[in-house]
C-alpha cells in the first residue's frame, strides 16, 4: 500500500495475526487513511525506514521480538511519531510499561472500534503542523509565567508530555500550580478541544464520590429524579484533572482503578458499563509513596496514575521569576480598564527575602491586599505587612535571650524581642506579639492558674482589651488595625459595635 503521495495521513500497523492485522487496516481504510500491515518486527523496521508515518500500531507480542521494543526504537530515533500498543484484556501492567517507554496510548483486546478511532484521531492531531518555536520558551498565552531556569525546562517538559495520553502525576507543594500545569498539558495536547474537568477529591462527601465520578440512573436512589451524568462521562474525550487524589478512600480508589484500567465505568443504578475516553491527570502535595508505606493508598492505583511524573518548583526556588509574576498578577488584579498597578522602591527587594510557603497563591493574597492599601496605586514595602514574615533563609526557633532574661521568658513563644523581660505570662505584655508556629502574631498565653467563672464575659473583656490596644497603636485607624489583628476591616466593625467601643473624641 506505498504511496507517494501524503494527501492522506499513513499508518503502519504490526500484528501477527492475520484476521486482527486486516480488521484494524479495514477499520483504518474506513476512516479515510493510508494503511501499511506488518507480521513482524523486522518488516514494520523496513517499512520504518522506507516510508513516513503518521502513527504506529503495534501488538505487545511478535514472533521475533515485542513491540514494546519499537516503541523504545522509535522514541530514542527523535521521530516526532506517535506509537500506540495493543495490549491482551487485563494486561494494565504492559500497558504502563509501554507508556513509561514513550508509547502515545494504548487499546485493549477485544478491540472496541469506537475506541480505536478516538485514539487514532487523537494521535493524527498531534501531527498538524505548528509554528516554529523555541523549547521551553513562555508561549504568548501561557499559564505558567517566568523565565527561570526551572520554568523553561518545567515548560518543555510539559510540551513533550503533551503528545502522550499517557497518565501524570503532578507533585509540588500546596499553591505552586499543579492545577495551571494540568490545564497547560491539555491545552497543548490533542485533546485541546475536548473539556477538561478539574475534581477536587477531598471536596467530595464519601457517600457521594460514586454518584459524582460515574453518574447515576434515574431513580437509583431517593432523590434521583434524573438521570445524570459523572465526572468521567463529562471529561469524555478530554482530560479528567484528580486534584489532591491522596484524599480518596480507599473504596472509592478500587473503584477509580477499574474505571482507568478498563475505560469503561457504570453508572448507580444501570446495569451495563459503558465506555469512556479521557487522560487522566492527577495532583497532589502529599508524599503518594508514602502513603502507599502507610497503608492510606493502594499500590496498584499508585502505580496505575503515577506512569509519568512532573514535579512543580516552589516559589522559593524561582524567585527570579517575581517581577514576571508581580506584573501579571497586577495586571489581572487591576482589569482592562482599572488604574495600573505598580511597585514602588524596595518591594521586590522584600519579596525576595520571603520564603513564600504558600507559593504563587500567597503571593496573589499578598499583592491584592497591599494593592487595597495602596495610594494612586503604587504598592509599598509597608503595604505588603510581610514586617511578620518568614524570611526565606533559614532561621531558629527563637532569637537568644539577654542575660537578664528569665528562664520562663526564654521559653515563652515569642520570635521577637520584647521592650521588657517577661518573668511570667500572667498578661499580654504590648509588643509583644511575635511569628507563633503557623507564622502568625500569637502572645503568650495569659495565666489561667484560676479559672474564670464567667468564661463569655472574660473572653469578651479579653477581645475587647486586645482591639483597644491594636486602635490605640494605630492612631485609630481601622483599617491598619484590622490588618494588625489578622481580620477584615468588617469584622472588626461589628467586634467594635458589639464590644460598645467607641472612637475617642477629639
Known sequence: MSSTSRSSPRVLVVDDEDDLRDLLEITLLKMGLDVDGAADLASARALLAAHDYDLVLTDMRLPDGLGLDLVREIAASGRILPVAVVTAFGSAENAVVALKAGAFDYVTKPLQLDQLRQMVQSALKLNVPAGPAVPGAEPVDSRLKGQSAAMQALRAQIARLARSMAPIAITGESGSGKELAAREIHAQGARADKPFIAVNCGAIPEALMEAEFFGYRKGAFTGAADERDGFFQAANGGTLMLDEVADLPLP????????????????????????????????????????????????????????????????????????????????????????????????????????????VRELENILERALAFSNDGVIGVADLALKGARLAEPQAAAPAPAPAASSAASSAPVLTPVSTPVSAPAAVPPGALGPGPAGERMPPLPDLSVLPSNLPAYLERVEREIIVRALDQTQYNRTQAAQLLGISFRQLRYQMQKLGIQEPEG
Not at 502507610?294 to 496498584?300: K, P
Not at 511524573?309 to 482599572?338: F, K, N
Open 252 to 359: 472509592m480508589q478500587v473503584k477509580l482503578l477499574r474505571a482507568i484500567q478498563e475505560r469503561r465505568v457504570r453508572k448507580i443504578g444501570a446495569t451495563a458499563e459503558e465506555p469512556v475516553d479521557v487522560r487522566i491527570v492527577s495532583a497532589t502535595h502529599q508524599d503518594l509513596a508514602r502513603c502507599v508505606e502507610q497503608g492510606r493508598f493502594r499500590q496498584d492505583l499508585f502505580y496505575r496514575l503515577n506512569v509519568i511524573e512532573l514535579s512543580l518548583p516552589p516559589l522559593r526556588e524561582r524567585l527570579d521569576d517575581l517581577p514576571v509574576l508581580t506584573g501579571a498578577i497586577l495586571a489581572r488584579l487591576t482589569g482592562a480598564g482599572g488604574q495600573p498597578a505598580t511597585l514602588g522602591p524596595g518591594v521586590l527587594e522584600a519579596l525576595r527575602g520571603y520564603s513564600f510557603p504558600g507559593n
